[in-house]
């Protein structure tokens, strides 16, 4: 089950309180003081993990609590630091600040962190404390106390190619016979209940991921059916390919006005999403008339429209590598954006000129 929403409260850990305590050996007069340190309280941390897909452990627990430091101890012994608390969530996950709504992180990548709590910090011993005229002081510092919040998490999957279309254009068809994705097919509207991700592999060890929304009606945007609860997975996406069904309907009229009532419902909830590269793609030309209907929505539309079939694999091939090339083009500013600017040269050495 795909959770991509949860509100979790965060705190980190106290810290330690400083110790007040005094050295008494045998035959040492006036041992002074020797309160040590209390240890610093745990952070909590925020880490994008690979293999983790869903908000689904924060369901049903809702408080995180870091590790309180210990306190400190005589003989100047500093307390043992609390344990940073690391928060485990799927990549793609942006955090929110529960009560001023400020986005305070967005996890696009595994192995990207933010600490969302710091932990209180450690009070002083009374050894911190001896002065020249208080050379036996009775007191020590409090431990710090830590930072706490209430945050909203919100699931952005992240994905190269989103298929978008009307319900039942053979959406989970596609996804089903593209990758090794399994998700669930039937003959009634709105089958794909949530998002479902599939990995497309072609030859030459070129890969892509695709994702499957659930179908989207006119009135998505202002959340009429279950597309505008799941757009927002597909924002991310390099690529759209709009799947649009040419067997059943009833001829390419009726086929170019599913396409313009999906455009308007991606332009209506955001203008990035409309503005995305697309590929238009006419499904089920296994079906009488199929062809046909393909070459007349060419038309009607003025662009080019590839034909396809996901029930018999009939232009899939050519499909993928359109696809392929769309995503590479995409991918291409970001690796470059990602990449380390030339080593700037050393400065040449000065000589002291006497």
């Given at each position: 089950?795909?959770?991509?929403?949860?509100?979790?409260?965060?705190?980190?850990?106290?810290?330690?309180?400083?110790?007040?305590?005094?050295?008494?050996?045998?035959?040492?007069?006036?041992?002074?003081?020797?309160?040590?340190?209390?240890?610093?309280?745990?952070?909590?941390?925020?880490?994008?993990?690979?293999?983790?897909?869903?908000?689904?452990?924060?369901?049903?627990?809702?408080?995180?609590?870091?590790?309180?430091?210990?306190?400190?101890?005589?003989?100047?012994?500093?307390?043992?630091?609390?344990?940073?608390?690391?928060?485990?969530?799927?990549?793609?996950?942006?955090?929110?600040?529960?009560?001023?709504?400020?986005?305070?992180?967005?996890?696009?990548?595994?192995?990207?962190?933010?600490?969302?709590?710091?932990?209180?910090?450690?009070?002083?011993?009374?050894?911190?404390?001896?002065?020249?005229?208080d050379q036996t002081p009775r007191i020590a510092e409090p431990g710090g106390e830590p930072e706490e919040r209430w945050l909203r998490l919100e699931l952005k999957l992240i994905a190269d190619v989103g298929v978008v279309g009307l319900p039942n254009a053979g959406k989970s068809t596609l996804l089903s016979r593209l990758s090794r994705a399994r998700p669930k097919i039937a003959d009634y509207p709105f089958t794909t209940l949530e998002p479902q991700l599939g990995i497309v592999e072609l030859p030459g060890g070129r890969r892509f991921v695709m994702a499957d929304i659930p179908g989207l009606?006119?009135?998505?945007?202002?959340?009429?059916?279950?597309?505008?609860?799941?757009?927002?997975?597909?924002?991310?996406?390099?690529?759209?390919?709009?799947?649009?069904?040419?067997?059943?309907?009833?001829?390419?009229?009726?086929?170019?006005?599913?396409?313009?009532?999906?455009?308007?419902?991606?332009?209506?909830?955001?203008?990035?999403?409309?503005?995305?590269?697309?590929?238009?793609?006419?499904?089920?030309?296994?079906?009488?008339?199929?062809?046909?209907?393909?070459?007349?929505?060419?038309?009607?539309?003025?662009?080019?429209?590839?034909?396809?079939?996901?029930?018999?694999?009939?232009?899939?091939?050519?499909?993928?590598?359109?696809?392929?090339?769309?995503?590479?083009?995409?991918?291409?500013?970001?690796?470059?954006?990602?990449?380390?600017?030339?080593?700037?040269?050393?400065?040449?050495?000065?000589?002291?000129?006497?």
């Amino acid at each position: 089950m795909l959770v991509d929403r949860a509100e979790i409260y965060v705190r980190a850990g106290k810290g330690g309180h400083g110790a007040v305590s005094f050295r008494r050996e045998k035959f040492i007069p006036k041992g002074g003081p020797d309160g040590g340190n209390g240890g610093n309280g745990g952070d909590v941390i925020l880490e994008a993990v690979a293999g983790v897909d869903t908000l689904l452990d924060f369901a049903g627990r809702h408080h995180w609590i870091a590790q309180n430091g210990r306190p400190g101890e005589g003989k100047q012994m500093t307390g043992r630091c609390g344990e940073d608390l690391v928060i485990k969530l799927p990549p793609g996950t942006l955090v929110y600040d529960k009560d001023t709504g400020i986005l305070i992180k967005d996890l696009a990548a595994p192995g990207e962190r933010a600490c969302v709590a710091r932990g209180g910090k450690g009070g002083r011993g009374n050894k911190s404390f001896a002065t020249a005229t208080d050379q036996t002081p009775r007191i020590a510092e409090p431990g710090g106390e830590p930072e706490e919040r209430w945050l909203r998490l919100e699931l952005k999957l992240i994905a190269d190619v989103g298929v978008v279309g009307l319900p039942n254009a053979g959406k989970s068809t596609l996804l089903s016979r593209l990758s090794r994705a399994r998700p669930k097919i039937a003959d009634y509207p709105f089958t794909t209940l949530e998002p479902q991700l599939g990995i497309v592999e072609l030859p030459g060890g070129r890969r892509f991921v695709m994702a499957d929304i659930p179908g989207l009606i006119e009135g998505a945007h202002t959340g009429a059916g279950l597309g505008h609860e799941f757009l927002r997975h597909i924002e991310r996406t390099h690529v759209l390919l709009h799947l649009i069904d040419v067997g059943t309907e009833d001829d390419a009229e009726a086929a170019a006005q599913a396409y313009h009532t999906i455009r308007e419902e991606l332009r209506q909830y955001s203008d990035v999403l409309a503005q995305k590269p697309e590929l238009v793609v006419a499904n089920k030309i296994d079906l009488t008339g199929g062809p046909e209907s393909a070459q007349e929505l060419s038309q009607a539309l003025g662009c080019e429209v590839l034909a396809v079939s996901a029930a018999t694999g009939a232009g899939l091939r050519e499909m993928q590598e359109r696809l392929w090339t769309l995503v590479a083009a995409a991918r291409a500013p970001q690796a470059a954006a990602e990449e380390p600017g030339p080593a700037l040269p050393e400065p040449p050495h000065r000589r002291n000129v006497s």
